[in-house]
């Protein structure tokens, strides 16, 4: 099956700085790759939809400021979160959807935020 | 708007059986997703209906009615690794998940 990989799967930081996860597809190329939030004992929640060389669109509420994504290539998409908070500790999963069909995704393993 | 309904929480005996419903309304529908969750981990699918009937794979069975908007999950034979969040999730009709808040499944010995 298609495999979708994360990095890292861990990160503490201090209040204030920045943090970039990273979204690869190993096996396939990704025309879309989502990104999800997913606070404890609560469902996934879509964060930001981005297509490969195009802007990434956000979901209501989610600041695109604060969570900067990229997806320069098809294997590749980033999620940076900026000046981080405590608030934002959460986990983060991406997912990736590609060329040949439009109806699965494959998720990343997660990564797990924690800002002190 | 739209909206997926499953049970909080259940509970069930290992080696029996355990159905776990999801009903949905949303905006189109191109398929119906359940996902497995294990706490600190990502969803791991499981399987997808598209169209009414019932689909077997191994110990997990997953049905649909698009007409009632339901869908069930069945898991027989039950395993203490079965103990996990159960994810439902409709592909709407701009082929975005929707997402169920997910049941946690707890397994007695």
């Known amino acids: 099956g298609a495999v979708v990989s994360q990095h890292p799967s861990r990160v503490i930081c201090k209040s204030g700085t920045s943090v970039k996860i990273e979204c690869r597809s190993l096996?396939?190329?990704?025309?879309?790759m989502f990104w999800y939030r997913q606070f404890p004992k609560q469902s996934l929640m879509l964060m930001a939809t981005s297509n490969e060389g195009s802007k990434a669109t956000y979901e209501q509420g989610v600041e695109k400021d604060k969570f900067l994504i990229n997806h320069a290539s098809l294997t590749l998409s980033t999620l940076t979160v900026t000046s981080a908070h405590p608030e934002d500790s959460s986990f983060y999963i991406c997912?990736?959807?590609?060329?040949?069909?439009?109806?699965?995704?494959?998720f990343g393993p997660g990564t797990r935020l924690t800002v002190l | 708007g739209q909206n997926i309904d499953q049970p909080t929480e259940m509970t069930a005996t290992e080696g029996a059986i355990v159905q776990i419903n999801c009903t949905y309304q949303t905006s189109g529908f191109n398929g119906l997703f359940w996902y497995q969750q294990h706490a600190g981990e990502a969803p791991t699918f499981l399987s997808y209906n598209v169209l009414d009937g019932l689909e077997e794979k191994g110990r997990f069975s997953s049905f649909l009615s698009r007409s009632k908007g339901y869908s069930y999950l069945l898991l027989k034979e039950l395993q203490m690794k079965d103990s996990a969040s159960y994810l439902c999730a409709v592909l709407d009709s701009n082929y975005q998940l929707i997402w169920g808040a997910g049941t946690k499944l707890i397994i007695k010995p």
């Open positions: 096996d396939f190329q990704a025309t879309t």
């Open positions: 997912s990736a959807r590609g060329l040949a069909g439009i109806n699965e995704q494959f």
